[in-house]
């Protein structure tokens, strides 16, 4: 069985160019952990829910954004007032972000027809959870751990 047999041929994807936040919805909307990238019709990366996390890092882990604890909260306007400020300057900062500052570039694909078995190969390997589909650099499906679970539950000949 090969890769287009089972492969989603309309994936969810945004564009290089649109905001953080228009990715976040979409992942939210569509339940799905990642998607796609393209710059017009070319395939230039994949964004994740693991990318956007990052952006959520504490300061003492990465320098990014501190999310404060229910507990902190209180002691703000008392203790911490500068760092509740850095907060909400990280916020406007991720707010003017676009997909294409967080996005995973040069994204592992697979062609439409290559078998399933190698498509589960390469998954398992980079431990990633879909890969796009591509003939040349256009993007022409996406294929899932679990579709790849489904082609091998279809009782077809591998």
């Known amino acids: 069985m090969l890769v287009k047999d089972i492969m989603n041929r309309n994936p969810v994807s945004c564009q290089a160019s649109d905001p953080i936040a228009e990715a976040a919805r979409l992942l939210r909307e569509n339940r799905i952990s990642g998607m796609p990238v393209l710059d017009g019709d070319e395939l230039v990366g994949v964004i994740s829910e693991s990318d956007l996390l990052r952006l959520l890092s504490t300061e003492d882990d990465r320098g990014g954004l501190w999310l404060p604890s229910p507990f902190e909260i ?5 203790r911490d007032v500068i760092r509740w400020e850095r907060m909400k300057r990280s916020l406007d900062e991720i707010t003017k972000m676009r997909v294409a ?22 998954m398992t390997k980079h431990r990633i959870n ?15 751990r679990g579709d790849i679970i489904s082609g091998l539950g279809s009782g077809e000949d591998l």
């Open 101 to 122: 500052d967080v996005m995973s570039r040069k994204p592992i694909t697979v062609s439409p027809d290559a078998s399933i078995e190698e498509a589960a190969a390469i």
């Open 74 to 78: 209180f002691e703000i306007p008392v």
């Open 130 to 144: 879909r890969l796009p589909v591509v003939e040349g650099s256009r993007l022409v499906g996406i294929v899932t």
